[in-house]
């Protein structure tokens, strides 16, 4: 009987919400490359004017702008010939191009190449092997960003920032800075962590390290910042150079680019750049350690997949055995913020 019931009951609402669910994020990239939020960062429109901005065909422009009023990005005000758009408050400080939080370049990119790549998810699940522009004997997007223009390249950069900022500001306030005075954040693309930190801790002072293609946009982010005293750039190259030393090491959304030996040649690395006392700090989407809670962390597993030869998340219980067996004498685990958390490895 009851299974009877069970069955009665079941829909299959979640089924089909989560088939179709690719619909909502396409919705969002589109405005985004329409240029939709940036348009209404200046002010209210109207259904005629922002179509006419933006480029939307009469037949398309009502359900395409109220359908990011139901998702959350968009408000209506008004109605009938008075009636105007305006951004909500996270879309207008997110998602207009002309604002420094600007988070979109990433979703850029989620639109100009991943959406299609994940087309060919199943492909990947059976062959193991990346569904990016390397399928096709091309470039991955890092190496292809070296060839890019120097704007395009400006945006993959500061996407990066536009991904962990929220994880940083996390980081700044949940680890002991009073105790430790110089960090480097090796991989800082456009220096969005060391920003952070030293604006929080003024006893603080920062490396930045990455390529040199990276240098400049890294030293207009720091000195727009007011950091440039505080906060010094270190060109290197992860796999032949040493790290610089410095009390804290942070690796972030490194390890997840690259398989097992490469991140734990980035943590023996890690480790030889800080002192005894010191500390590494490794943060990701990592994996609930039952692999069964954080979808995001398993999802963004299976983009490295469609994106790397071999790269993958990883819990955190393997992240801190691989720790420990570098020679750390303590680690432990530390939500951030979302799906996103940090290991800690004392040495
Ligand atoms: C996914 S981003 C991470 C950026 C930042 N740490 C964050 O959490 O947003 C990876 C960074 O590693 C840098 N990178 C990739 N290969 C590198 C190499 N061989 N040497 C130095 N930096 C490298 C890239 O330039 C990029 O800024």
């Given at each position: 009987?009851?299974?009877?019931?069970?069955?009665?009951?079941?829909?299959?609402?979640?089924?089909?919400?989560?088939?179709?669910?690719?619909?909502?994020?396409?919705?969002?990239?589109?405005?985004?490359?329409?240029?939709?939020?940036?348009?209404?960062?200046?002010?209210?429109?109207?259904?005629?004017?922002?179509?006419?901005?933006?480029?939307?065909?009469?037949?398309?422009?009502?359900?395409?702008?109220?359908?990011?009023?139901?998702?959350?990005?968009?408000?209506?005000?008004?109605?009938?010939?008075?009636?105007?758009?305006?951004?909500?408050?996270?879309?207008?400080?997110?998602?207009?191009?002309?604002?420094?939080?600007?988070?979109?370049?990433?979703?850029?990119?989620?639109?100009?190449?991943?959406?299609?790549?994940?087309?060919?998810?199943?492909?990947?699940?059976?062959?193991?092997?990346?569904?990016?522009?390397?399928?096709?004997?091309?470039?991955?997007?890092?190496?292809?960003?070296?060839?890019?223009?120097?704007?395009?390249?400006?945006?993959?950069?500061?996407?990066?920032?536009?991904?962990?900022?929220?994880?940083?500001?996390?980081?700044?306030?949940?680890?002991?800075?009073?105790?430790?005075?110089t960090f480097a954040d090796v991989g800082t693309a456009q220096?969005?962590?060391?920003?952070?930190?030293?604006?929080?801790?003024?006893?603080?002072?920062?490396?930045?390290?990455?390529?040199?293609?990276?240098?400049?946009?890294?030293?207009?982010?720091?000195?727009?910042?007011?950091?440039?005293?505080?906060?010094?750039?270190?060109?290197?190259?992860?796999?032949?150079?040493?790290?610089?030393?410095?009390d804290v090491i942070v690796l972030g959304h490194m390890l997840?680019?690259?398989?097992?030996?490469?991140?734990?040649?980035?943590?023996?690395?890690?480790?030889?750049?800080?002192?005894?006392?010191?500390?590494?700090?490794?943060?990701?989407?990592?994996?609930?350690?039952?692999?069964?809670?954080?979808?995001?962390?398993?999802?963004?597993?299976?983009?490295?997949?469609?994106?790397?030869?071999?790269?993958?998340?990883?819990?955190s219980a393997e992240c801190q055995g691989w720790m420990r067996?570098?020679?750390?004498?303590?680690?432990?685990?530390?939500?951030?913020?979302?799906?996103?958390?940090?290991?800690?490895?004392?040495?």
């Open positions: 009987m009851l299974e009877g019931i069970e069955i009665e009951t079941a829909t299959p609402e979640r089924i089909l919400r989560t088939g179709l669910g690719f619909w909502a994020p396409k919705t969002l990239l589109s405005a985004v490359e329409l240029g939709v939020f940036t348009e209404l960062a200046q002010g209210p429109q109207s259904l005629a004017e922002l179509s006419r901005r933006v480029g939307l065909h009469p037949r398309s422009a009502a359900d395409f702008l109220d359908a990011l009023v139901a998702l959350g990005f968009l408000v209506k005000h008004g109605n009938g010939t008075g009636l105007n758009y305006t951004n909500t408050p996270d879309a207008d400080q997110f998602l207009d191009r002309n604002k420094d939080s600007y988070v979109g370049g990433l979703l850029e990119m989620a639109n100009t190449r991943l959406y299609r790549f994940w087309g060919n998810l199943t492909e990947g699940l059976r062959t193991g092997e990346p569904q990016n522009e390397i399928h096709d004997g091309g470039l991955d997007a890092f190496s292809r960003s070296e060839n890019l223009d120097a704007e395009t390249f400006r945006g993959f950069v500061q996407a990066m920032t536009g991904l962990s900022l929220g994880s940083a500001h996390a980081l700044a306030q949940i680890f002991p800075w009073d105790r430790y005075h220096g969005g962590l060391p920003v952070v930190l030293a604006r929080a801790y003024p006893h603080l002072c920062g490396i930045g390290v990455d390529l040199p293609k990276v240098q400049s946009i890294f030293e207009e982010y720091v000195g727009r910042n007011g950091l440039r005293d505080r906060i010094q750039w270190h060109a290197a190259d992860i796999w032949s150079d040493p790290f610089p030393p410095a997840h680019g690259w398989g097992l030996e490469r991140k734990k040649m980035l943590l023996q690395k890690a480790f030889d750049g800080v002192p005894a006392g010191g500390a590494v700090l490794v943060y990701d989407a990592i994996i609930d350690d039952q692999r069964q809670q954080n979808a995001f962390g398993l999802l963004f597993s299976l983009n490295m997949l469609i994106e790397t030869r071999e790269g993958a998340e990883y819990t067996d570098i020679g750390f004498s303590s680690t432990c685990f530390k939500p951030l913020v979302g799906s996103e958390s940090v290991v800690v490895g004392i040495k």
